[in-house]
C-alpha cells in the first residue's frame, strides 16, 4: 500500500494560464475523489469518479475546470484560465468500492495563482 | 442545505482528555467520520461511525447520536504531537457517491 500519491506537490502560475494535476489513489480502489481546501476551512467536494466514470460534479467546479480518470486509475484535474480565487490545495482520495471503507487522502497539490 | 458545526479551536495540556463535538444536518446521511490534518499535510482517517454509539481506537474514540445529530472525538492522553486541525464529516449515501461534507475544523493546541 503505497499511498495516494499527487503530483506536483506545488504549482505557482500566473492568472490565465492552465493548470493540471495528477493524483495516483491506490491500487484497486475503484473511487477516486477531488476536494479542494482554502486555508482555514475543511476540504470541499468538487467530483468523484467509479473507476473511469465521473459520476458527480459540485457546483463549484465551473466550466473552467475539467476532471479525467481515463483508464480507472490515476486521474488528472486541469483548470483553464487560472483566476486569483482558484488559489487553493487540491487534495485526492481513492476509497474500495464497499460503503464502510474510509477515504484515503494524498498530500495534496498547492496552487498559487500570481 | 448540508452543514456541519464544531469549535474552531480547543486548547489543553499533555496527558489530558479533550473532546471534540460535531453536531449536522444533512439531508443524506451514511456515517461520520473523522479526520486529523497536520498543517501542510494530508487529512488522515481516524475514525467512523455508521451506527449510534462508541468506537474506540487506541487513544481515539468516537461517539454517535443519529437521533440527536450529534457526535464528538475525545482524544485521551494527550500528547504533542496531537496539536493539529481535526475535521467531522459526514458520509453522504454510497449508492449516491459517498462524498464526505466537512465541517470547518478544530485546531486542536495541546500545551506542555
Known amino acids: 500500500d503505497t499511498g495516494v500519491s499527487q503530483d506536483p506537490r506545488h504549482k505557482i502560475t500566473k492568472r490565465g494560464q492552465n493548470v493540471t494535476f495528477r493524483c495516483d489513489p491506490i491500487s484497486e480502489h475503484n473511487r477516486l475523489y477531488w476536494y479542494r481546501q482554502t486555508l482555514g476551512q475543511g476540504p470541499e467536494f468538487l467530483t468523484y469518479f467509479q473507476n473511469e466514470a465521473q459520476l458527480e460534479k459540485s457546483r463549484l467546479l465551473s466550466d473552467r475546470f475539467s476532471a479525467e480518470r481515463p483508464k480507472g486509475s490515476f486521474s488528472t484535474l486541469e483548470i483553464q484560465r487560472t483566476e486569483q480565487g482558484d488559489s487553493a490545495m487540491y487534495l485526492c482520495?481513492?476509497?474500495?468500492?464497499?460503503?464502510?471503507?474510509?477515504?484515503?487522502f494524498g498530500d495534496g497539490t498547492r496552487l498559487s495563482i500570481l | 442545505g448540508q452543514s456541519l458545526e464544531q469549535p474552531s479551536e480547543v486548547t489543553a495540556v499533555e496527558g489530558a482528555i479533550v473532546q471534540i463535538n460535531c453536531t449536522y444536518q444533512t439531508s443524506g446521511f451514511y456515517g461520520l467520520s473523522w479526520y486529523q490534518q497536520h498543517d501542510g499535510g494530508a487529512p488522515t482517517f481516524l475514525s467512523y461511525?455508521?451506527?449510534?454509539g462508541l468506537e474506540e481506537t487506541g487513544r481515539f474514540s468516537s461517539f454517535l447520536s443519529r437521533s440527536d445529530s450529534y457526535g464528538y472525538l475525545l482524544l485521551q492522553e494527550l500528547q504533542m504531537k496531537d496539536s493539529a486541525s481535526y475535521f467531522c464529516?459526514?458520509?453522504?449515501?454510497?449508492?449516491?457517491?459517498?462524498?464526505?461534507?466537512f465541517g470547518q475544523g478544530t485546531e486542536l493546541s495541546v500545551k506542555p
Open positions: 461511525n455508521g451506527l449510534d
Open positions: 482520495a481513492s476509497s474500495p468500492d464497499r460503503g464502510d471503507q474510509p477515504q484515503h
Open positions: 464529516a459526514v458520509r453522504a449515501p454510497y449508492n449516491q457517491g459517498g462524498k464526505l461534507i
